[in-house]
């Protein structure tokens, strides 16, 4: 499994298009062969960390590649980010643990 850090900061000019244009790719990858999950966080200073699963290290590279994924990341690189910074991690090992219930 494959694990993506992605920690960035938003400009002030992320309006309304950024918020259409994050659905969209929401939906996407979600949809996309290989993903597994995501989640997203908030920081009070504004900073957010999205944390995605990928089955594998090729369908992170189709995801990557993804005509309209690579359309996203210019526009965000041109008017919505601040910054950003990405890891991109393999996992080594799992460890899993539920409550049973009415315990």
Same mark, same amino acid.
């Given at each position: 499994?494959?694990?993506?850090?992605?920690? !960035?900061? @938003?400009?002030? /000019?992320?309006?309304?298009?950024?918020? *259409?244009?994050?659905?969209?790719?929401?939906?996407?990858? %979600?949809?996309?062969?290989?993903?597994?999950?995501?989640?997203?966080?908030?920081? #009070?200073?504004?900073? /957010? @960390?999205? $944390? &995605? +699963? +990928?089955? #594998?290290?090729? !369908? @992170?590279?189709? +995801?990557?590649?993804?005509? =309209?994924?690579? $359309?996203? =990341?210019? !526009?965000?690189?041109?008017? +919505?980010?601040?910054?950003?910074?990405?890891? $991109?991690?393999? &996992? @080594? /090992?799992? !460890?899993?643990? $539920?409550?049973? *219930?009415? %315990?």
């Amino acid at each position: 499994m494959i694990v993506i850090l992605f920690r !960035s900061k @938003l400009t002030p /000019r992320a309006g309304a298009d950024y918020t *259409a244009m994050d659905e969209k790719m929401f939906a996407r990858a %979600t949809a996309a062969e290989g993903f597994v999950a995501v989640k997203s966080f908030r920081a #009070d200073d504004g900073e /957010r @960390l999205t $944390v &995605v +699963w +990928w089955k #594998d290290a090729e !369908s @992170l590279s189709r +995801w990557r590649d993804d005509p =309209q994924h690579r $359309v996203a =990341q210019e !526009s965000g690189r041109a008017r +919505w980010y601040e910054y950003y910074d990405m890891e $991109v991690a393999e &996992v @080594l /090992r799992e !460890s899993h643990f $539920v409550r049973p *219930a009415n %315990t």
